[in-house]
């Protein structure tokens, strides 16, 4: 046997074949082939391997198997106009080797398969020939290239561009499961029982919670399974205030346990402020009665507690319990985000609060209302009061719950907003997300700031004068009035541009500096406005939702809030940016590419959300805070301003939003790879590279390349190590 022995491609299950040209059918829902023989498999372990095939009507994964791992690797495989062709390192342990047959039509083809090992100059080639095909033409001609390389060469190790370049061409994974998580982060990190008990005994304080449930109608096997892994819990110091009827079921609870508490249901009011009003404890929560908490989840939340007692609220990730009792349906939650508690519930399941604080805002006010609105609302009037509320980013509740019933839900927004500003209208967005919008105190001019270059773009297969078609969208569609516009041009805007700058009343001033720099021309542009409210936005945008500059005001106008950025879309409609998150301490945008209407993480893309940064094709700042941050950044001449800008507003304590509701085109090309001049990128890890170590509004198991709120196995030990860390 041979290292460069041929593999071959055998039917493992679910698989018929049609015919000798490589044609096959389904039989089954895993349709799998096998790669062998098995030595010749083993021999490939832990190399660099180049593969191909032919695939029609099929999208191939190559499953890994290795030893030690609970979970294959797999890597779905990168079709191109002659078949696929990928670059994939295997692990050492690889002892199995298999393609499963994804998105199947009902025959499909599955032919030339090659498989053999790709020397370090081999990979080179192919990696360095993936990146430039991703790259627009533009930037793939020679001269281009080569400026590009050289510059990487001055400016960064060899290693680093090795790394850059193999992971920038690499096969792309599907997302992990949730059962290979827990497995690899979950479990691994988390200390034994009799660690566990020992820090009980090490805690300085340890504070009475207490949880509180109405269990009217529930489930008996859920009620009794909910209120054991309360008994089970590690944490000793809790009582429950169990608000149900004396029923037969309630009898076979646990007897001889003072903590569970049995309250008669009132006569009027609701259950929950029953429970509250017998509450002892200095922190609650409350509880779902089919839902269960991990034995360790009072013990995470007091250790953090005691660790920052200044915290009136903290709440934890959660996941559902699905129909066969098992786990699965994760939420991985942000740290806290006022304004995507606005879209959403996304505190949910455990979530205490300091008791003090929860009766200074009048329990559970409303009546007759669905139990989860009734969490909302308290949530909502907590938050009112404090925002010194933490996040433990485990997974310590699993529930059957469902969310908040819409109509209450929105009754809960629609009070918030009332007490915080007014209301302008609540709309529901899907289950359990919500827009809540406030009505403009004022309204304020609003400059428009665009640099340009004058240049055409090829549009729906025409040719299009990108500023004067921006400059004619934004006064046709937007419904704002109080709007200037002020466009930086390059002194050379040809005259059928400068005539349409005049008849949309917008006006120019000329960057006249030799060198690109469009920091420096913002902050001209900037200058040269006058609005109170200052919206930079590129030149390839045209406006789809006339009231985006309304959209836009109402979440600037909330007390802490310093940057808003839109949803833009490409010209074919998917998402180009709904948000930018950090991976490795450098910025991208989440879910690029997805379909236009995609909900995303739980309503990442469907509802207004908190993140570090968004993009400066189109962002509003105010004035003010613009000129406190001295505006710009003007040693970032083309990469990373407008981030720099936002994680600066950041640093005065103001929050950057994602506005769902404003909605643009953006025409750059979907293919477009980011391209970014070395230098930039080095200073920008040195100034922020600290801080970014840790994005807190994308979970650390979620893949970085790209960012879609997807599980990736390989970020897996970065965040076991991350509880690690938070238990010692």
């Known amino acids: ?216 109608g529930a489930e008996p096997a859920h009620l009794a399974e909910a209120v054991a892994s309360l008994t089970a819990q590690i944490y000793p110091d809790w009582e429950l205030c169990l608000v149900a009827d004396p029923s037969a079921a309630l009898q076979a609870l646990p007897s001889g346990d003072g903590r569970v508490r049995l309250l008669s249901p009132p006569a009027g009011g609701n259950a929950l402020d029953a429970a509250l009003a017998q509450a002892r404890g200095a922190y609650l929560a409350t509880m779902e009665p089919d839902a269960r908490l991990a034995p360790h989840a009072l013990l995470a939340l007091v250790r953090r507690l005691t660790r920052e007692p200044g915290l009136d609220g903290l709440y934890s990730d959660e996941d559902r319990i699905g129909p066969d009792g098992g786990r699965c349906e994760p939420y991985f939650k942000p740290d806290w985000s006022p304004e995507t508690l606005e879209g959403s519930f996304y505190l949910g399941g455990l979530a205490v609060y300091r008791t003090a604080l929860v009766r200074a805002v009048g329990g559970f006010s409303a009546e007759g209302e669905d139990g989860r609105a009734l969490d909302y609302d308290l949530a909502l009037r907590v938050t009112e009061r404090s925002d010194r509320i933490g996040h433990v980013a485990q997974v310590l509740c699993h529930r059957r719950g469902r969310d908040p019933e819409p109509e209450a839900a929105a009754r809960a927004l629609a ?101 690109f720099n469009v920091a420096a021309k913002m902050n001209l542009g900037a200058r040269a406005a006058t609005g109170a409210v200052l919206v930079f936005l590129n030149d390839d945008i045209s406006v789809i939702t006339p009231d985006w500059i309304e959209a836009m005001l109402a979440q600037l106008a909330i007390p802490g809030v310093g940057a808003v950025g839109p949803k833009l879309l490409f010209e074919d409609g998917s998402l180009q940016h709904a948000g930018v998150t950090f991976g490795e301490g450098l910025p991208d945008h989440v879910r690029r590419g997805f379909p236009g209407d995609d909900a995303g993480y739980h309503g990442s893309s469907l509802a207004n959300r908190n993140y570090l940064a968004v993009t400066g094709a189109c962002v509003m700042v105010r004035r003010a805070d613009f000129e406190a941050v001295e505006g710009f950044d003007e040693g970032y001449a083309i990469n990373y301003n407008d981030i720099d800008l936002c994680l600066r507003l950041g640093e005065r304590g103001l929050r950057t939003v994602y506005c769902a509701e404003a909605c643009l085109h953006h025409y750059e090309s979907r293919n477009r790879v980011p391209t970014v001049d070395p230098a930039e990128q080095a200073r920008f890890r040195r100034r922020w590279g600290t801080r970014l170590a840790r994005d807190p509004y994308y979970p650390d198991s979620f893949g970085i390349r790209p960012p879609a709120f997807a599980l990736d196995a390989e970020r897996f030990p970065h965040a076991a190590r991350r509880m690690i860390e938070a238990w010692r």
């Open 415 to 515: 009070g918030r907003a009332r007490r915080t500003g007014g209301l302008d209208v609540v709309r529901v967005l899907g289950p359990g997300h919500f827009a809540l919008r406030r009505p403009l105190a004022t309204r304020p001019l609003v400059s428009i700031v665009i640099p340009t270059a004058g240049r055409d773009s090829i549009i729906g297969g025409r040719s299009v004068d990108l500023l004067a078609a921006c400059l004619g969208s934004i006064r046709a569609t937007s419904r704002y009035e109080a709007i200037e516009i002020v466009a930086v041009d390059n002194g050379d805007l040809r005259p059928q541009t400068r005539e349409a700058v005049e008849r949309f009343g917008a006006r120019t001033i000329t960057w006249d500096r030799p060198v």
């Open 1 to 216: 046997m041979t290292r460069r022995e041929a593999l071959g491609l055998y039917p493992l299950r679910d698989l018929r074949r049609v015919a000798d040209d490589g044609t096959w059918s389904a039989t089954g829902p895993d349709p799998v082939f096998a790669l062998g023989p098995a030595a010749a498999v083993a021999a490939l372990s832990g190399t660099r391997i180049r593969l191909r095939c032919r695939p029609e009507a099929v999208q191939p994964v190559l499953a890994v198997e290795a030893a030690g791992e609970a979970e294959p690797r797999r890597y779905r495989l990168t079709p191109r106009e002659d078949g696929t062709d990928d670059l994939i390192r295997l692990p050492p342990g690889t002892r199995a080797l298999r393609l499963e047959a994804t998105e199947t039509g009902p025959r499909f083809r599955l032919d030339g398969l090659r498989v053999e090992p790709a020397g370090r100059m081999a990979a080179a080639v192919l990696s360095a020939r993936t990146i430039i095909e991703r790259l627009p033409p533009q930037e793939r001609r020679p001269l281009r290239l080569l400026r590009r390389a050289s510059g990487l060469v001055r400016s960064v190790p060899p290693q680093e561009i090795w790394r850059r370049l193999t992971r920038a061409a690499q096969t792309r994974r599907p997302p992990a499961s949730y059962a290979a998580w827990i497995e690899a982060v979950e479990t691994k990190a988390l200390p034994p029982a009799e660690t566990l008990r020992a820090q009980v005994a090490a805690l300085p304080e340890r504070p009475l919670i207490s949880l509180l449930m109405a269990a009217e």
